[in-house]
Every structure is written in structure tokens, then in C-alpha cells.
């Protein structure tokens, strides 16, 4: 075998027993991590989140890095599914406008907020969830589901999402055009509790892209992958993912972003 590779025999037993590189070991206590994250995930996490994960925790590692390690292990995140077209929404009340106009940024907890409802599949009929989102962090303020997707399940997402707030300040409150949203109940109780309704235009769906993007996101990292047989399993799963997945790992991504700010603004001390 040397002979036909024009190796030497000495070149090869010192190939044979040297020791993996340093870049192979730190790869392969990486690719233990990631196994680690990924099957935490119920393996939903792709490349992309799999390194936000991994820088929040202090590694340095690129995105192409992780992205090719994956690709090696045979790790993979759950595909986008292809929706369906839109719903036709109704009129939107008087004197309510598009207040976000698709500007999806807040400086600050509790002053942007996106709320919708999606529809989960069970072999008991489907299972209805409101949720409300806090634009500042993406953590879920405020949800409720039921059976039906009448304006009470909304009212609970949004009296959830209320009573957690912190301070009185002015929130934006942004929804589609659906009925439970122009109903009277729900745009009575807005202006009880001072918060400012805000629509989409008509068969605009981007305009509330934000709740759409974790409903996707919720449904290509669980419940589609799901076979609920009874409401009953569904309202339980979707809990867990909501409170046990989705809430801890953005508010530890937001404890992370705020330690940085911190330390960014902290001034120096000079020593003489």
C-alpha cells in the first residue's frame, strides 16, 4: 500500500498513531453538545438555531461550522410546511388603524404586542390557540385554546398577557382583521385596559408576519410532527412547548442580550 501511494512506511505508522488534532477534538466535543441540544429539541432545531444556542452559551463557533457538523451527524431541523392561502378578514372598526405598520422592533418589554389563532389537527377535531407576543423578547405573553375560536378564547390570551405586564405604560395590541378581533367584547375590554388596537390592512398578511412566524415555527418543531388522538393531548403538548421550551430559552436569549448592554455601557475604570 505505501509502494502504490509513493508513502513511506515510517511516514505512515507515525500518521497511524498520532493523536487527533486539537480542531478535531474541539469539533468532536461539539458535535456532543449539539447532539445533546438537538434531541432536547425533539429534533427540531436546524443549523441556524442550533447556533444562536451555541453562541448564547459562550461558544465561538461559525455558523457554516455547526451547519457542516450537522450535515456529517445526519442532524437536520424540521422542514417549513407550505400554507394554505389566506382567510378573507372583516372590516375593521372605525377609528382603528395599523398603529405597527409591519415595524416588528421594540426597545422596550410591554409595548408592542402581536396576538392570532391557529388551528391544531387532533382525531377529536381541532384544537383553536390564541396566542399574545411580546415583540421586545418573543416570549408568549398571554395564550388560551379551546374547541371553538370565538372572541372568549382571545379575551383570555389578552387578560393573561395583562395580568403578567409590568408597569401601566402604553402597548400596541396588533391582530388580523378576524372576527373575534372587531368584536365589540374584545374592543371594549382594549379600551378598558388602555391598550391601543391595532389592524392589518386588507389581505395584507405580512402586516402581522411576527404571530405567523411562531405559529410556523411552532408547527415545524412540534405539532406537526404530532399525532394528537384527543384535545385533551394536544392542549397538553402545546403547553409544554410553550412554557417548558419556547419562554425559557427567549428569556435566557434576552438575559444574555441585556447582560452584554449591560457591560457595553458600564464605564471603565482607569488605574494609574
Not at 427540531?44 to 452559551?57: Q, S, T, Y
Not at 387578560?159 to 365589540?184: C, N, P, Y
Not at 374584545?186 to 391601543?196: A, E, H, I, N, S
Amino acid at each position: 500500500m505505501c509502494r502504490c501511494l509513493k508513502v513511506s512506511p515510517s511516514g505512515y505508522y507515525s500518521w497511524s498513531g498520532r493523536a487527533p488534532s486539537s480542531r478535531a477534538q474541539d469539533n468532536e466535543r461539539l458535535l456532543k453538545r449539539i447532539h445533546e441540544i438537538h434531541a432536547d429539541s425533539g429534533g427540531a432545531i436546524g443549523a441556524p438555531r442550533m447556533h444562536d444556542d451555541l453562541v448564547e452559551e459562550g461558544e465561538t463557533a461559525s455558523l457554516n461550522r455547526v451547519a457542516r457538523l450537522m450535515a456529517k451527524s445526519g442532524l437536520q431541523g424540521w422542514p417549513r410546511r407550505r400554507g394554505r392561502g389566506r382567510k378573507a378578514p372583516s372590516v375593521r372598526p372605525d377609528g382603528v388603524k395599523n398603529h405597527l405598520k409591519r415595524d416588528f422592533s421594540a426597545l422596550e418589554p410591554d409595548t408592542k404586542w402581536v396576538t392570532d389563532i391557529t388551528e391544531i389537527k387532533t382525531k377529536e377535531g381541532k384544537l383553536f390557540l390564541c396566542v399574545v407576543m411580546d415583540l421586545y423578547s418573543n416570549i408568549i405573553a398571554g395564550w388560551s385554546m379551546h374547541h371553538r375560536q370565538d372572541r372568549y378564547m382571545v379575551l383570555r390570551a389578552v387578560e393573561m398577557a395583562v395580568w403578567q405586564r409590568e408597569g401601566d405604560g402604553k402597548i400596541i395590541l396588533h391582530s388580523d382583521r378576524g372576527s373575534q378581533f372587531t368584536s365589540g367584547d374584545y374592543q371594549r375590554y382594549l379600551k378598558q385596559q388602555g391598550l391601543v388596537c391595532s389592524m392589518s390592512a386588507v389581505g395584507h398578511c405580512a402586516d402581522n408576519a411576527a404571530c405567523e412566524g411562531f405559529f410556523g415555527m411552532m408547527k415545524r418543531e412540534r405539532t406537526n410532527h404530532r399525532d394528537y388522538r384527543t384535545l385533551n393531548e394536544a392542549r397538553a403538548d402545546v403547553f409544554n412547548y410553550i412554557e417548558r421550551f419556547h419562554n425559557p430559552r427567549r428569556r435566557r436569549k434576552v438575559a444574555a442580550q441585556d447582560h452584554k448592554f449591560t457591560a457595553f455601557l458600564k464605564p471603565s475604570v482607569e488605574t494609574g
